[in-house]
């Protein structure tokens, strides 16, 4: 799966775009939280629209992302991936 995260300047809203994968196409607003961790990393967890929820450990620096993903009907994934950091 891949994914644009797009992260709002209020700090509080976050717009996805799902780029390859299953669900393919995929896209929505939601609010998120963050916790900041030692060392660039972050907590991030937001719920969709649809129920499912989402929570990332992204690590900045080393530019990598462990993600956990519920769906609606309660499936459970863990991924892990690079993240690359851009400017729209």
């Known amino acids: 799966m891949k994914a644009i995260n797009a992260y709002h300047a209020d700090g509080r809203?976050?717009?996805?775009?799902?780029?390859?994968?299953?669900?393919?196409?995929?896209?929505?607003?939601v609010e998120y939280e963050w916790r900041h961790l030692p060392g660039?990393?972050?907590?991030?967890?937001w719920q969709e629209?649809?129920?499912a929820t989402v929570t990332h450990l992204d690590d900045f620096d080393a530019q990598r992302s462990l993600t956990f993903y519920t769906t609606?009907?309660?499936?459970?994934?863990?991924l892990e991936g690079s993240l690359k950091l851009s400017t729209i």
């Open 40 to 45: 660039g990393c972050f907590v991030i967890s």
């Open 72 to 78: 609606p009907d309660r499936q459970f994934y863990r």
């Open 49 to 51: 629209g649809d129920g």
């Open 13 to 29: 809203s976050m717009t996805y775009t799902i780029t390859g994968g299953a669900t393919d196409g995929a896209t929505g607003t």
